[in-house]
Nanobody, 132 residues
Framework: QVQLIESGGGLVQAGGSLRLSCAASERTFSSYAMGWFRQAPGKEREFVATLRWSGGNPYYLNSVKGRFTISGDNGKNTVYLQMNSLKPEDTAVYYC?????????????????????????WGQGTQVTVSS
């Protein structure tokens, strides 16, 4: 099974920036959408951002809009998450995920790709810690 390999986490002061990267272990791996999720201690995993290789606007968790940017290179099977103006509440383990699920007529794409169950491939997670 293809692996997603993340990098770029670390410790940063509030207001600082980090850039997370995620690459698929197989260049021939084909996904429809890529996403970033995060999980803080004692909390459930939550959606952060997603993009579809077919196009359309990326979609974000409301609390990260204007601060985080998801981008990717389909040819390299790589996705990035640029995180600016970081806050202590952004502290979490961040996970990259890939979805091969195609959209359907029952649900909007934003609904489908903000759900963790739409993603079959996950990275191991990278810790992001924001100090106040």
């Amino acid at each position: 099974q293809v692996q997603l390999i993340e990098s770029g986490g670390g410790l940063v002061q509030a207001g600082g920036s980090l850039r997370l990267s995620c690459a698929a272990s197989e260049r021939t791996f084909s996904s429809y959408a890529m996403g970033w999720f995060r999980q803080a201690p004692g909390k459930e995993r939550e959606f952060v951002a997603t993009l579809r290789w077919s196009g359309g606007n990326p979609y974000y968790l409301n609390s990260v809009k204007g601060r985080f940017t998801i981008s990717g290179d389909n040819g390299k099977n790589t996705v990035y998450l640029q995180m600016n103006s970081l806050k202590p509440e952004d502290t979490a383990v961040y996970y990259c995920a890939a979805s091969t699920r195609r959209p359907d007529s029952l649900f909007s794409e934003n609904y489908i790709y903000t759900r963790s169950y739409s993603y079959a491939n996950w990275g191991q997670g990278t810790q992001v810690t924001v100090s106040s």
